[in-house]
């Protein structure tokens, strides 16, 4: 592993030592597709060491959940506790609420997220007698394309045992569910060897192919039907329309058997044909170039997982990770990562959900339209769940039904809990940050004023320049999207 320097990798040779000498470890980790992966990585790097852990993935690690980690550490008693993809900017709660639990011995940290700025606080690796923090941020690796949660885990598993190199399926499905490859550059860093670790072992394969969600699972024709990446204008949600446009090119759609086709049943002729002509319709409707040529890509496939199934590629893996958590069944995810057959169904129907409730979103909006400001595009559908408003909103800047020019805010009143709070999500290109955007300050800033004016805690913010959130009352809205406008005119050069 030359990508990991010596720091790193002796803190992962400690943990090793730890792991050896421990006789009751726990596992907690987030519910994304990193965190769900980095917890099955650790699951069977445990199991195969000859423990059976005690495990749970949690939303978040806060001030109100370390009480729910710590009443069932109380329970199980555990010598060592495992933290992946979280627990890094939590390592104060961690050390005052768990640290003294007097039956943990051990408490190591698998994570890739960067600390909070807080001046206070020194720069890490976190020294302490019970808690390892390994990070790649430490050591001089980036935890956004380096490493993630998922990889820390399996660097930690690997330094176990080289017998571990089939995890490193896993690592790169967490890799590719927190976008690590993004930006049309592929994986780099840490990931890429992970990637040749695997392909020496046959558990990875790299091919360059269509880019499109599906191409293992879906019959052709839904094959352009569901797709939103980019999104088909005149395609995409027509499925009398993704007939012709085969029938068009004198494509079966079905086998022999009458099966149906999928991406990966076509010759290289026939798949050559469909992008070409995919290539035309986008040029159509697309400036951008590069929205075109992006229908092709490094494709990474797992060929030891079933054929036609969502665990044969990494990314449609991922998504269905991510289903899982995102419906806050994240254990089913943890279990499909296990092996569970009876978990694999659950999962595909909550990932089936996800995907149509995805593609009807976009529907509505490209029927329906959006409002439009000074400063901003606003989308305020009251059918898409809070869960999804911000994928939609990336999703329709990111095929142009909104333009870009402005930043998008999607409100979403349609919450899990039915309570008075709205959610709202905010994207902005790279360009408008460059200008001086940033959706967190402009998000907290606008909640510190409604909440002032409010004289009470009636709207909350978090998140990043490009994609930020918040949840505000339902009586204030109007007031904090007036003051969102203001505050992204100010900030805008
Ligand atoms: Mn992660």
Redesign the pocket.
Known sequence: MDSIPDSMKEALNKAVEIIKTSKKPMAIS?I?A??ITAMAIVVFLLERAGHSPTWQNIHQLNSDTIFEVRDLAREHKPDLMIFS?LGTGQIQLIKEYLENEPYIRHIIILD??LPPKNPSLTKGPFKSNKILEINPSNHDLSGSYDV??AGVSFLLAYSLSTENADLSELAIV?ASG?LQAYYGKGFVGVNEEIIKIGEYSGFIRVDKDLTFFGINTRPLPQLLEYATDPYLPGITGDRDACYKFYNDLSIPLKDDLDRWRIWMDLCQEEKQQIIQALVSHILQFYENPRIASGIVGNIITLPRRPERTEMRSAKEFSTLLNACGRNRRADVGVKICLGDVDALREGITLLQQHRANLASALRRLETDGYDETESMYIVNDPETPDTIIGIIIGMAQGSRIIPVDKPVIGVSTNTSDDGPRVKISGRAKKSLVKRGLNLKEVFSTASTLVNESAEEKVAEAGGHPMAAGAFVHEDYLDEFLELVSVEIRRTVK
């Open positions: 987030h994304d990193d965190g993809d890739h997220h993630s949660g967490g927190d």
